[in-house]
């Protein structure tokens, strides 16, 4: 699959951009040129040398605390997408198999869970459990799993009516060795579109709870709170909120990117579309005159 994503000038973007990204997380806190946390006299200053984005109303440099906070962005929204496939990638799968009472409680959970403003759900814990943001991305996650419910246990379903599924049920194989050996590299595709999907979305989520001041103490920088404190400057810096602003658009993008070149390249669609690249890329047939080679 990944061979036949990258094959797709979509895939090769969405991969690029995502790299950046996850390098702006890891190496972004030592590449700051100056201390994120370090205030000054030179409040509002515009970009220079010195300051290549300005600095905000305290004096700090701007383009430090947004390599900074890259990390608590990123990491945020991979909370969120994996909390969200291992509360709701396997149960889907396993409710296919574990019986009906099983599945019924699944699917009522499901339904529960669905009904349930996350946003408003992870302030309330937050409120009760203290401002942090790795419970408010655990619960986020939580509420966000029913993707991976439906869209696993709908691939499953699909599969587990496959005439070879069948005949290893009847021929004694376990749930675990037919989810492993048949179910789990049929149901690998949509559930990769699904996490592409929930990584941007965790990046909205994580954006719009550090915009709201929720989840990060501060003076730690996110790109959510250095959108939120640009905003109260417009004035005099009418430019400032556009680098974080970018950076969230960017990476969301990216994300749905990746999941549609995921979605293209999945299934029969995307093995002909392979198959088509690889006859135009390949070796050119004998070239005929006459009628003879």
């Given at each position: ?197 929930t990584i941007g979305v965790g990046f909205v989520i994580v954006s719009s709870l550090t915009f709201l001041g929720i989840g990060v103490q501060p003076p730690a920088p996110t790109w959510g709170g250095l959108l939120a404190t640009d905003l109260g400057y417009l004035s005099h810096q009418p430019w400032a909120p556009v680098a974080p602003a970018l950076l969230i658009m960017v990476t969301v993008w990216a994300c749905n990117l990746l999941a549609d070149a995921i979605r293209d390249v ?28």
């Open positions: 699959m990944v061979r036949r994503v990258l094959s797709l000038t979509s895939g090769r973007i969405a991969v690029v951009i995502l790299v950046l990204i996850a390098l702006l997380a890891v190496c972004g806190p030592w590449l700051a040129p100056q201390d994120p946390l370090a205030t000054s006299d030179n409040a509002l200053a515009s970009a220079s040398g010195a300051h290549w984005l300005g600095t905000d109303h305290l004096g700090r440099d701007v383009f430090s605390r947004l390599l900074d906070g890259s990390r608590i962005s990123v990491l945020g929204s991979l909370e969120v997408a994996l909390t969200a496939l291992v509360v709701g990638a396997v149960p889907g799968i396993l409710s296919v198999y574990s019986g009906r009472v099983f599945e019924w409680l699944t699917l009522r959970l499901a339904d529960t869970l669905v009904a349930l403003p996350f946003m408003l759900f992870a302030i309330a814990v937050i409120a009760l459990l203290g401002n942090g943001i790795t419970q408010a991305m655990l619960v986020t996650g939580v509420l966000v799993s029913p993707l991976f419910y439906r869209v696993s246990r709908a691939a499953t379903l699909a599969v587990a009516r496959s005439p070879y599924v069948e005949a290893a049920i009847v021929s004694g194989a376990s749930v675990g060795w037919v989810v492993r050996r048949h179910v789990w590299v049929k149901v690998l595709p949509p559930i990769a579109v699904a996490l592409a999907q999945s299934g029969e669609a995307g093995r002909a579309l392979a198959g088509r690249r690889g006859a135009r890329t390949g070796p050119s047939a004998p070239v005929t005159v006459g009628g003879s080679r």
